[in-house]
C-alpha cells in the first residue's frame, strides 16, 4: 500500500469534499469504431453515391411525417410508413428498417426541432447489406446490386479485425474519399484495486500537471489558436468588405476550414496527454484521480483577455479521453471536487487564499514550502483520493465488477 503519511493533514486544515465518480460505462465493454478506406471504381462510386443520396432522401421525407406526428418509435413508423418508403425511394428491405431506426433515432434526442438529413450523411449497413469476403475486400449493397469492394488498412485496424463486429457506416470525406467505419467490440480488462493514485490538475495554461510534477503545457495549443484567431479575423474583415457574394461564400468556407484545423489539433492533442497519463498510471499500479470541473465557466468571472482562452479550454474532451482509455487498460478512474485544492499546503495542510501568489507559485504561509501551484494542486487531489480510497471503490461499478 502507499505511504499516505500526511494525507490527511490537508483534509484537517482545509476540508475537500468528495463528489461522484465518473462513470465510464455501464457495460464493461468497449466499443472503438476502425477506419477501412474503399477503393471503388468510378462505376462503383456513382452506384455507392446513389445509393447514400437515396437513403438520405428517403430519411428525410420520413422525418417531416416523423415531426407532424410526434413519433420517435422507430416500430410505430416502419409500420406506418414502410411500404411507402421502398415504393417511393426504390430503397431494399433493410434499408427501408433502418431508416425507420435512424429517423426514430434522431427525434428521441429531440422532438421539438424538425431534423433534417443532408444528402451526404453517413450511410448504415447492417449484417444483411455487407460483410467482410477477406482483409482487403467487402460486399456491399446497393440500390442496384451488391458490389465487391476493395480497401485498405493500417496496422492498427488489422489487429483489431478479430473483434470486428458487422455494424458499419459509409462516409465520403470533402475530398471525395470513401471510407467505411467499421464498429469493433474488445472486452476491457478489470479494473484492480490501485495501490495509489496519479492527481491530475486540469488548467489552461497548463493542460495537464501530475502529482510527480510532469507538466503539459498549452505552448503549442495556444500558439495554433492564436494563428487561428489571427487569421480569422482578417477573413472576416475581408468577407465583410466583399461585394462579391461568391467571394464572401468562399472566406466564410475557409474560416470553416481553419476552425476545423485548430479543433483538430486540439483534439489530438489532449489524445496524446490522455494516452501518455494513462500508461503511466497502469505501469505504475496506479489509479487516476481527476478534478470536477463541471459548471466552472459558469462560476468564475474571466478578464477579457483570458475569455478567448477559456472558451476553447476543452477540459471535458480530455476527461473523457482519459475515461475511456482508462476504462479500456484496467485503470481505475475517480473524479473528485477540487475546492481549496489549489490553496492548501500539500505538505503541512494548512489554507490559505494567500498561499497562491500568481498562477504557476505557491509558497505555504506557515511552513514555508513552495512548490509549482499545478504540481501542490495535483498532490492534494492525491491525498484526497487516498484518504478516500475505500468510499472510492466502493463506489466504483467497474471496480464492484471486477471484484465480485
Keep these: 500500500m502507499a505511504d499516505v503519511t500526511?494525507?490527511?493533514?490537508?483534509?484537517?486544515?482545509?476540508?475537500?469534499?468528495l463528489t461522484k465518480l465518473l462513470v465510464v460505462s455501464i457495460l464493461f465493454t468497449m466499443k472503438k469504431v476502425i477506419q477501412l478506406q474503399l477503393l471503388p471504381s468510378e462505376e462503383q462510386a456513382d452506384l455507392l453515391e446513389?445509393?447514400?443520396r437515396q437513403f438520405n432522401k428517403a430519411c428525410d421525407w420520413l422525418a417531416g411525417h416523423a415531426f407532424d406526428?410526434?413519433?420517435?418509435?422507430r416500430y410505430a413508423l416502419q409500420k406506418l410508413y414502410y411500404t411507402e418508403l421502398r415504393e417511393r425511394f426504390g430503397l431494399k428491405a433493410q434499408q427501408g428498417v433502418l431508416a425507420c431506426a435512424a429517423v426514430g433515432a434522431a427525434y428521441a434526442r429531440d422532438k421539438t426541432k424538425r431534423v433534417h438529413f443532408r444528402p451526404d450523411a453517413a450511410l448504415p449497413f447492417d449484417a444483411r447489406l455487407w460483410r467482410p469476403l477477406s482483409m482487403s475486400e467487402v460486399s456491399m449493397s446497393t440500390l442496384k446490386g451488391r458490389i465487391r469492394v476493395p480497401f485498405l488498412m493500417g496496422t492498427y485496424q488489422a489487429e483489431q479485425w478479430a473483434d470486428l463486429r458487422i455494424y458499419a457506416k459509409l462516409v465520403r470525406r470533402k475530398d471525395g474519399k470513401w471510407f467505411l467505419l467499421v464498429?469493433?467490440?474488445?472486452t476491457d480488462e478489470d479494473v484492480g484495486d490501485p495501490g495509489d493514485f496519479l492527481g491530475i490538475?486540469?488548467?489552461?495554461?497548463n493542460i495537464a500537471v501530475d502529482s510527480d510534477g510532469e507538466m503539459h503545457t498549452s505552448e503549442s495549443v495556444e500558439?495554433?489558436?492564436?494563428?487561428?484567431m489571427n487569421l480569422t479575423q482578417q477573413l472576416q474583415s475581408k468577407a465583410d468588405t466583399k461585394p462579391n457574394a461568391k467571394a464572401r461564400k468562399a472566406l466564410r468556407r475557409k474560416l470553416k476550414r481553419v476552425s476545423g484545423r485548430e479543433a483538430n489539433f486540439r483534439r489530438h492533442t489532449n489524445?496524446?496527454?490522455a494516452k501518455h497519463t494513462v500508461a503511466k498510471a497502469k505501469g505504475t499500479n496506479r489509479g487516476i484521480v481527476l478534478e470536477d470541473l463541471k459548471g466552472i465557466r459558469d462560476r468564475i468571472r474571466f478578464r477579457k483577455p483570458q475569455?478567448?482562452?477559456?472558451?476553447?479550454?476543452?477540459?471535458?474532451?480530455?476527461r473523457e479521453f482519459m475515461a475511456y482509455k482508462a476504462q479500456q487498460a484496467g485503470v481505475f478512474l475517480a473524479v473528485i471536487d477540487p475546492r481549496n485544492s489549489s490553496r492548501t499546503c500539500a505538505e503541512c495542510g494548512h489554507c490559505d487564499k494567500g498561499n497562491r501568489r500568481s498562477q504557476a507559485e505557491f509558497c505555504c504561509r506557515r511552513c514555508g514550502h513552495s512548490d509549482h501551484a499545478d504540481v501542490n494542486a495535483a498532490r492534494n487531489l492525491r491525498a484526497t483520493a487516498l484518504c478516500k480510497q475505500a468510499e472510492l471503490l466502493d463506489a466504483s461499478p467497474c471496480f464492484q465488477a471486477a471484484a465480485g
Excluded at 490538475?201 to 495554461?205: A, I, N
Design 201 to 205: 490538475d486540469l488548467g489552461v495554461e
Design 307 to 318: 475569455r478567448a482562452r477559456m472558451s476553447s479550454w476543452s477540459f471535458a474532451q480530455l
Design 6 to 17: 500526511g494525507c490527511l493533514q490537508p483534509l484537517s486544515g482545509c476540508q475537500s469534499y
Design 271 to 273: 489524445h496524446c496527454i
Design 50 to 52: 446513389h445509393t447514400m
Design 223 to 228: 500558439h495554433v489558436r492564436e494563428k487561428r
Design 183 to 186: 464498429c469493433v467490440e474488445s
Design 69 to 73: 406526428r410526434r413519433c420517435a418509435n
